[in-house]
């Protein structure tokens, strides 16, 4: 053939396309029941945390106005930041780690995209029935649809709404935004976050469903990164089912398409591993109900790669965890609730005061980190005859933090004129172990 | 900076923006059309076969991009930006602060409030007004007269009972408010640097000081003509001028030496007028707290 005889077929193509709505079949069996369990776990703790008290105040509380964060017993201040990006960092390792074993199982089990799909869905099966029911539905007139439709949405909202109320819960205290709710007084920084929060739960679980996954989650596009072998991923036997089909002699796969019904981002898992796949399993539990139908063998579509759990990659991010999380909890078992910000006087270089001393004014920023009002004793050390001026004794109440002015006293005689090193030391009169030590300077003109 | 002054720049920046937005626009709609063969890969090829789909993206995603030209030319509209286009919502910088600050002063009414009806006698006594004129004075005051309101060289000491422009709450108020300027003049040139030095000595020896006889004796007589005006005959000052007391051993610019520069080069001391910046209520409450230094010694 000529090469040149052959015309260049020009079309106009669209570089965007239009989504192609899902009807996912409801599906049962052993891990549909798990994803189930992982929905109650995660949803029970997110829901539920927020009403529980804590030395008479809600137990976790993220009270941003007075940069407070209470977590159980534990109070954090904006300093403890560090507590905030060591959790991220064990975040992301367990996410590597579970990724290297067991595939998407994030993704499939535990991602909020994913539970929240999957109440969103439970709602719409309930209120407009099974796959065949909604794709009819869909079709038929106005009048039908309407009704449905309108509940489905509004149980959805109410869902979403409350989502979004106990999301904010979480920084106001929910009992006082309850009321607030309920007379509709809620300010308006808080009305913003219940409906923003509320409005991308019903977006996202509602509306967007497998194009979040898709389009939006970088994890989705980064993970494979962390696949090898060994790795546990949803694959079809392609050896045990093809040639597929319904008469003679045939593989085990007899074409049912429930497998591509059941999934959740609408691919077809036969077509072997691909981005898409959540790794749900929602193919593996719906053909296994046909192969126990058939009388066949289970598992034509399975988990599989589940390999070495002894490798290099799984050891080495476990390692890194557990260091990371070892060191955490010993520093945070350790962690002394006072904190100690000395800022020294920069007007008042130097003072001469009566009986041959030399005074230095410092600031001193004491934080009392705990839940009780606390006494404590400043002192000062680094010098021949330094000592703190007037009451060394600072009173402060339960989680507050002050500023409080001291004077510090040196006898003129054999200091030389300059900058010398200082320490200061706060320690909590009554409690053992709790003190702090800052470093500063004393000037002498 | 006068180059930004001409009228062409603003227009310069505007046409710069709307171009700008324009071919953004134009670029998106031009790159999601593909005229030519069908393409279904995008063509590179990795590790042998390894092929990428060139998969669409999904619709409302090019609307995304769309959403944020609008929004770009509605927020150019309302607000500033375009040139010095002033924006339809009137929107300034100093209009955000003056808000901010008057909700501020709204939200805090109710604690001054509280402390409005007490005198400065009993705030002085009052742990809670202490607390919040301790935290005015950290902020406000401190930066001269130290966190422990002790002062240093020049700025005076507000911890002991010595008042340079009297210590009754009426007149520490006029002094945090107007502001004060205390000024000594040089006498070193009227004088010369001997007269200088019998002064310094009578001053010095006003207070206890170790002074040489004859020039405290020559000094008394240069000082009562010309330093008892101000300083009084008794050497005790005089608050309506800021005169300070000569014999208390308080020296504001030092003493020895030091006394010898005051008399013969002067000094010039200023207190800066706070009424702009703090209001009434605030006032009276660091009054109280400056009150409190001296009556807790």
């Known amino acids: 053939v000529n090469l040149r005889d052959i015309p260049i077929r020009t079309e106009e193509q669209s570089l965007y396309e239009v989504r192609k709505k899902i009807y996912p079949r409801a599906v049962s069996g052993r891990f549909a029941l798990l994803r189930w369990a992982a929905v109650w776990a995660t949803q029970l703790v997110f829901y539920g945390l927020p009403w529980l008290t804590w030395n008479e105040r809600q137990a976790v509380l993220f009270d941003i106005v007075h940069r407070k964060f209470y977590l159980f017993g534990l109070v954090f201040w904006p300093q403890d930041v560090i507590y905030l990006t060591v959790l991220l960092i064990i975040a992301a390792l367990t996410l590597f780690l579970f990724t290297a074993v067991a595939g998407r199982i994030w993704c499939g089990y535990a991602c909020p995209q994913t539970v929240y799909a999957e109440i969103f869905m439970w709602i719409e099966r309930v209120i407009e029935g099974d796959r065949n029911a909604r794709i009819k539905l869909d079709k038929a007139c106005l009048g039908t649809r309407l009704p449905r439709k309108a509940a489905k949405h509004a149980a959805w909202i109410a869902v979403a709404l409350w989502t979004g109320f106990t999301f904010v819960g979480y920084v106001t205290p929910i009992k006082e935004l309850g009321g607030e709710v309920l007379a509709l007084a809620t300010g308006p920084w808080e009305t913003f976050w219940i409906l923003f929060y509320g409005f991308a739960t019903y977006g996202n679980a509602g509306w967007m469903r497998e194009q979040v996954c898709k389009y939006m989650c970088p994890y989705a596009r980064f993970q494979s990164a962390m696949f090898d072998r060994d790795t546990l991923v949803i694959t079809y036997d392609a050896e045990r089912g093809e040639p597929r089909g319904k008469k003679g002699q045939v593989g085990d796969c007899v074409d049912c398409s429930i497998c591509v019904q059941v999934c959740p981002t609408g691919i077809d898992i036969r077509d072997g591993l691909q981005y898409e796949c959540i790794g749900c399993a929602a193919c593996v539990d719906g053909c296994n109900q046909v192969m126990d139908k058939l009388g066949r063998e289970r598992g034509l579509i399975r988990y599989s790669g589940m390999g070495r759990l002894l490798r290099p990659r799984v050891l080495v991010y476990s390692a890194i965890l557990l260091a990371i999380t070892a060191a955490t909890a010993a520093s945070l078992y350790l962690r002394v609730p006072l904190k100690l910000d000395v800022i020294r006087d920069r007007a008042a270089i130097a003072r001469d005061v009566e009986g041959g001393l030399v005074e230095n004014v410092y600031r001193l920023q004491v934080m ?78 | 900076m006068s180059e930004f002054t001409s009228g062409f720049w603003s227009l310069f920046i505007a046409v710069v923006t709307v171009v700008s937005i324009v071919a953004c626009a134009w670029f998106l709609k031009s790159q999601s059309i593909r005229r030519g063969p069908k393409v279904e890969t995008t063509g590179h090829i990795w590790d042998e076969d390894l092929a990428e789909y060139n998969n669409p993206l999904p619709r409302w995603w090019s609307w995304l991009f769309y959403l944020t030209i609008v929004f770009g030319l509605a927020y150019l509209v309302l607000y500033p930006g375009l040139g010095s286009w002033k924006g339809t919502l009137g929107w300034t910088q100093v209009g955000e602060l003056k808000s901010e600050t008057e909700k501020a002063e709204k939200q805090f009414a109710p604690l001054y409030e509280r402390f409005a009806a007490m005198d400065v006698d009993a705030l002085s006594r009052n742990p809670e007004a202490l607390a919040v004129g301790q935290k ?91 330093c008892f005006a101000c300083h009084g005959a008794d050497a005790k000052g005089n608050p309506a001028l800021g005169a300070p007391n000569l014999t208390d051993r308080i020296w504001l610019h030092g003493s020895d030496a030091n006394v010898i520069q005051t008399i013969s080069r002067g000094r010039v001391s200023q207190m800066p007028a706070h009424k702009e910046l703090l209001s009434e209520a605030k006032i009276r409450l660091l009054t109280a707290y400056v009150l409190s230094l001296s009556a807790s010694r």
């Not at chain 1, 500023?403 to 030389?416: D, F, H, K, L, Y």
């Not at chain 2, 009227?190 to 405290?216: C, M, N, P, Q, W």
């Open chain 1, 368 to 445: 009392n980190g705990v839940e009780e009002g606390r006494a404590f004793d400043i002192s000062v050390t680094g010098l021949s005859g330094i000592h703190v001026w007037g009451g060394a004794i600072v009173g402060m109440p339960a989680a507050t933090s002050r500023s409080v002015p001291i004077q510090v006293r040196v006898p003129a005689e054999g200091v030389p004129p300059g900058s010398h090193p200082i320490e200061f030391q706060l320690r909590a009169i009554g409690v053992e172990g709790v003190e702090v030590r800052e470093a500063s300077v004393f000037i002498v003109r």
């Open chain 2, 136 to 226: 005015l004075f950290l902020n406000n005051c401190a930066q001269c007269h130290a966190s422990d309101g002790g002062g240093s060289r020049g700025f005076p000491n507000l911890t002991d009972r010595d008042w340079l422009w009297g210590g009754e709450p009426k007149l520490i108020e006029a002094t945090i408010a107007h502001g004060r300027t205390g000024v000594m003049p040089p006498f070193g040139q009227a004088l010369g640097e001997d007269k200088v030095k019998d002064v310094a000595s009578y001053v010095i020896s006003l207070s206890g000081g170790a002074a040489d006889s004859i020039r405290v004796a020559k000094g008394r007589d240069i000082y009562m003509t010309t």
